[in-house]
């Protein structure tokens, strides 16, 4: 019975592995000389290809052996046949090289001395991206600046990187990313494109030539209390961390806490739910900064907020069927950035207002830029339709970043030669 | 492609036909996508629901050089309370073999010393390991028939995460996994957990013999502090 085990142990061996996917490192110590033979005998079969890690010396000494998958099965029948015992020290070679490699990944991203050095192909926490700031900051001092626009519920600082050649009281463009805080690929192409903007200034291509004229506000990390919890916690966490009187439950949907549409259908009045509107508009500080900000800076000319997943380019109205008198022209500037987005990897998204495309939402951020006079107004839902869906894999963060930035200059050079 | 506008998003019923589709013809070692919606018409039946007539292009997450086309009915009954939507679907083409593949993750499952256990798949940063992405894969097709039991006009489900996968080892042919996944519910925006009961074999369609909603709140959700 055990002669065909072994012999299609043979066939299945003589066509090359590349991976250790399957393989275990076995430990035998041998008590006897004849378990000692059986050992040296073993390493004399060379078509098992078995890999001696520790081979075989004396009595009490360990042998472990790393077994390739097809050999797995006949070489513990052929132990267990001859009373060897062994044990397994290694259930799976190739999760412990996944495990190490992920490990190093992670020491490495501890020491990033510079923006440079910063790995854009992983997903960061906090303190990383807040130290990112403050490097690009002090790499690019007359380009970028960083503003302290509020505090959240639990007093994390909310930062907004300006980027600026000058001038007083330019028309802006703003970009947020992370307000729902377990859309991570967000957050990560936040860092993607804060540098691009520097690279694209020092090369004198690209987004430079908007920056001629207008300022960029940047807000990477939007809910950073929601960030920090899926970090810590809960990584599908979505919300704000605010507790309000009365609510059973903690955090409140910052894209319905907005003034427009408020308390409305399409948005939740149960605390214990996803889209939970808040007890009033603005309640939730990461909304009622930006609302500041917004009406405080006074020329805004493009506003647009950034999620995932889905693979949309949204823009208003999500609390009411009515089109927004913009309508034709918002859509018309969707299609061109959504083909240049599509441009770079085929990327295929869908477009068209909030209600039509996925469904009803009251409260939310772009109803109410686009009803403070900011025409072009829109969200994004970035990569993928639900394969991996917010566990995007790492490897996806720049391919998604170069080509959602295609679509923001589309958007960004229209406002810019469309300015009333 | 511009969306034709009707009560029920029509990309939500082309992810319905998707998962249904992905259920019927996938495995450990395929998993057909939705690459673009070609075509797509709605009807509203008196007394009877609202139905779609969508035309899909589809590729293979492995292969993405092998597309598909395919015609699909979804029909969302009236009232729509405890019937499940109607999908219909015609498949144009072959799909290639998955024989060696299929067979290589069949072994393995079945020669392993200890039952399997795991958790987190992906992991927070997206990350499945190679051995682990069959049953990634195999969770996923599965997923589709829990999510078409449970799906209405007003609902799209999507699985988020695997948070638990045991494997029982089982006399007759079957692998068997007892999952816990948790499914992203689109327009709620909930994430529910739910367990379901996989069996499959080679040259088997995938089957979910067992699946129930859990209603513990995963851990973190709304009310821990």
């Known amino acids: 019975m055990r002669v065909p085990m072994l012999l299609a142990a043979l066939v299945a061996v003589a066509t090359c592995t590349e991976t250790f996917v399957g393989q275990q490192v076995l430990r035998v110590v041998p008590t006897s000389h004849e378990e000692l033979q059986e050992l040296r005998e073993l390493q004399g079969l060379e078509h098992l290809q078995l890999d001696f890690w520790l081979a075989p010396r004396g009595l009490g000494d360990p042998v472990d052996i790393r077994v390739p998958f097809p050999s797995l099965q006949p070489v513990k029948a052929h132990l267990e046949a001859r009373g060897v015992s062994y044990s397994i020290m290694i259930e799976d070679v190739q999760a412990l090289l996944d495990e190490e490699q992920r490990e190093m990944l992670r020491s490495s991203r501890r020491l990033p001395l510079s923006t440079t050095t910063f790995n854009y192909e992983a997903y960061h926490t906090l303190d990383e991206i807040y130290a990112f700031m403050d490097m690009l900051v002090a790499e690019n001092p007359t380009l970028v600046s960083k503003l302290e626009i509020g505090r959240s519920t639990e007093n994390r600082p909310l930062y907004v990187l300006k980027f600026s050649t000058g001038g007083t009281d330019r028309p802006a463009v703003w970009i947020d990313t992370g307000i729902h805080s377990r859309e991570w690929v967000t957050q990560a192409s936040g860092l993607w494109f804060a540098k691009k903007i520097v690279e694209d200034h020092a090369n004198k291509e690209g987004v430079a030539s908007i920056l001629d004229t207008m300022d960029i506000f940047l807000e990477i990390v939007t809910n950073p209390d929601g960030f920090a919890y899926t970090h810590s916690t809960n990584r599908l966490w979505r919300k704000t961390r605010s507790k309000h009187s009365g609510a059973l439950c903690v955090g409140v949907d910052p894209n319905r806490n907005w003034d427009a549409g408020f308390g409305g259908p399409g948005a939740s009045g149960n605390s214990c739910t996803e889209t939970y509107r808040g007890p009033y508009p603005n309640s939730e500080p990461e909304v009622k900064s930006i609302v500041d900000f917004v009406k405080g800076h006074g020329n805004i000319k493009a506003f647009i907020s950034i999620h995932s997943y889905s693979q949309l380019l949204l823009y208003p109205y999500g609390y009411t069927t009515t089109p927004v008198p913009d309508q034709q022209e918002l859509h018309e500037v969707s299609a061109k950035a959504v083909a240049a987005l599509s441009s770079l990897y085929g990327t295929k998204y869908k477009y068209g207002s909030i209600i039509t495309t996925i469904y009803q939402a009251s409260g939310g951020t772009i109803d109410w830029t686009y009803q403070q006079g900011i025409k072009y107004s829109f969200t994004f839902e970035l990569r993928d339709t639900g394969r991996y869906g917010f566990l995007l894999p790492a490897k996806q963060i720049v391919p998604t970043a170069q080509e959602t930035w295609l679509a923001l200059q589309v958007i960004m050079e229209h406002a810019r030669d469309h300015m009333d | ?225």
């Not at chain 2, 609202?50 to 597309?67: G, H, I, P, S």
Request: one cysteine or more; hydrophobic letters at 35%.
């Open chain 2, 1 to 225: 492609m511009e969306l034709p506008p009707s009560r029920v998003p029509v990309s939500r019923a082309a992810a319905l036909a998707e998962g249904v589709v992905r259920l019927r013809t996938g495995g450990p070692a395929r998993a057909l996508r939705l690459r673009e919606l070609r075509g797509a018409r709605a009807e509203d039946i008196k007394d009877v629901g609202y139905k779609f007539y969508l035309e899909l292009e589809l590729e293979d997450v492995l292969d993405k050089d092998c597309a598909v086309n395919c015609t699909a009915e979804v029909l969302y009954h009236l009232g729509n309370k405890n019937s499940a939507p109607d999908v219909q679907f015609t498949l144009e083409g072959e799909l290639k073999s998955t024989e060696e593949a299929d067979h290589e993750f069949y072994t393995r499952m079945r020669s392993l010393e200890k039952e399997l256990v795991a958790e987190n798949i992906p992991d927070s940063h997206g990350h499945v390991s190679p051995e682990l992405q069959p049953l990634h894969l195999l969770a996923w097709v599965a997923s589709g028939h829990v999510i078409w039991q449970n799906s209405t006009e007003n609902t799209q489900l999507q699985l988020a995460q695997i948070q638990h996968v045991k494997q029982v080892k089982r006399s007759d042919e079957d692998l068997q996994f007892d999952f816990v996944v948790l499914l992203h519910e689109m327009v709620s925006q909930e994430i529910i957990p739910w367990e379901m009961t996989v069996l499959w074999h080679p040259g088997d369609n995938v089957r979910v013999t067992r699946h129930r909603r859990q209603h513990r709140h995963p851990s973190g959700a709304a009310g821990t502090p």
